[in-house]
């Protein structure tokens, strides 16, 4: 067949624009989203390429989600002719379907062609109908294939982009998230320790004012009673015994009742006999009997008396609040951590805000410990304690 010059000049013309037209359109990706590539990329096939119908389906290789777009009026429903080569299973091969069928009204019978993106069409295919006699044209279906793959490399990095935003969104989440937990535990952490000062103020001045009023009261009295004495004796006096007697008995409440104070601070069964002694000590003096297991030795001073404090309080609470029956205290160390339970079994309810569960939970914060307390509203009450051990202490010690 003889070549006429003027119409292969015109044709490989319009190649030449329609090339230049799609090579255009990469540049106008950048930065968009998936779903407006595809969107683009059929739209483009449509209006430049100047088809019938265009259907754009892009994958990520990675298997994420695809996006698939139509364009073009000539079918109401997706086209049975597309259907059938989506579920044949045959995409990675190119299809060129000689006659569509299925349009109503249309003048000549409209051709289609299938081209697939990627190895096996893992970019995803694109698909195309025209009633140009010629349709699909080496140049068409070049124009396609070109046009689908610049589409399949915008695609993926759309998805690229995509994923590192959302990575870095999550980041700055997560340092945002971080940032306010540490602020919030600057925030526990001053008021912890603003309580535990004022704490400590408060123990001095009841300690103050116990010694003032109790065993400095009672030694004035000795000496006063005791200077009577001695007038009186001076004097020959009769009532000297009465009064030597009164300053013994002033002495003598005096130094019971520095002993009191003393044994308030820190009971001498705890100093001398460590924690398990203490624990026997605090049971003895509760209503109802009291379950131990303390499998402890001597621990570090300030971690023996923090258990001490935690369950005493929560013994004290037992009885002054739980109704319970039975109530079991057990400690012992896992993970170079201390662990002191205290459970009962009585009505539950244990607020944790509380001044005293507040209290042991700052005196355990000081030593990096915490405190748990478990208490349904139908029953039952755990108060836990963890304190950690210094590096120092060894493990091997229970
Ligand atoms: N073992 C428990 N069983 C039931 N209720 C408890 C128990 N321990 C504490 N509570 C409740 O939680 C509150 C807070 O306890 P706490 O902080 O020790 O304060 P306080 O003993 O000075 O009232 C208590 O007032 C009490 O109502
Ligand atoms: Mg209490």
Not at 156 to 174: D, G, H, M, S, T
């Amino acid at each position: 067949m003889a070549v006429d010059p003027g119409a292969e000049i015109a044709r490989l013309r319009a190649a030449v624009r329609d090339l230049v037209a799609l090579s255009s359109i990469p540049a106008a990706w950048v930065g968009r989203e998936p779903p407006d590539i595809a969107a683009g990329l059929a739209g483009a096939l449509v209006g430049s390429l100047q088809l019938d119908f265009a259907f754009v389906r892009l994958c990520d290789p990675s298997g994420a989600g695809a996006v698939e777009v139509t364009r073009g009026n000539t079918w109401k429903t997706f086209p049975e002719w597309l259907e059938r080569h989506l579920t044949s299973g045959q995409l990675s091969c190119k299809e060129v379907v000689a006659d569509v069928a299925d349009v109503a009204g249309a003048v000549e019978p409209c051709r289609g062609v299938v081209i697939p993106i990627g190895i096996d069409a893992e970019g995803g295919l694109v698909a195309a109908a025209c009633d140009r006699t010629d349709f699909p044209t080496e140049i068409d279906q070049m124009l396609l294939s070109i046009a689908a793959n610049h589409a399949a490399t915008a695609f993926q990095n759309a998805r690229l982009i995509a994923e590192r935003i959302r990575a870095e969104e999550e980041l700055r989440r997560a340092g945002n998230e971080l940032e306010m937990k540490v602020a919030e535990r600057t925030e526990e952490l001053r008021a912890s320790r603003a309580r535990i000062v004022a704490a400590a103020d408060e123990t001095r001045r009841r300690i103050q004012r116990d010694l003032h009023d109790g065993a400095q009261q009672r030694l004035v009295h000795t000496v006063i009673t005791l200077k009577l004495a001695r007038r009186a004796l001076q004097r020959q006096d009769e009532d000297v015994p009465a009064l030597v007697t009164e300053a013994l008995q002033q002495a003598e409440r005096a130094n019971d009742e520095l002993r009191e104070l003393a044994h308030g601070i820190l009971p001498a069964v705890l100093t001398t006999g460590g924690l398990r002694a203490a624990v026997y000590a605090l049971a003895s003096q509760m209503p109802m009997q009291v379950e131990i297991g303390v499998g402890v030795g001597r621990l570090p001073a300030a971690v023996e008396a923090t258990a001490y404090y935690v369950v005493a309080e929560a013994l004290t609470n037992v009885a002054k609040h739980s109704r319970a029956g039975r109530v079991t205290v057990t400690a012992g160390i896992e993970d170079r951590t201390l662990e002191v339970l205290v459970r009962d079994d009585g009505r539950g309810g244990a607020r944790p805000d509380g001044s005293g569960l507040m209290g042991l939970a700052d005196r355990l914060a000081a030593l990096d410990g915490r405190l748990r307390i478990e208490s349904p509203a139908d029953g039952g009450t755990l108060v836990a304690a963890a304190l950690p051990l210094a590096g120092s202490f060894p493990p091997s010690q229970t």
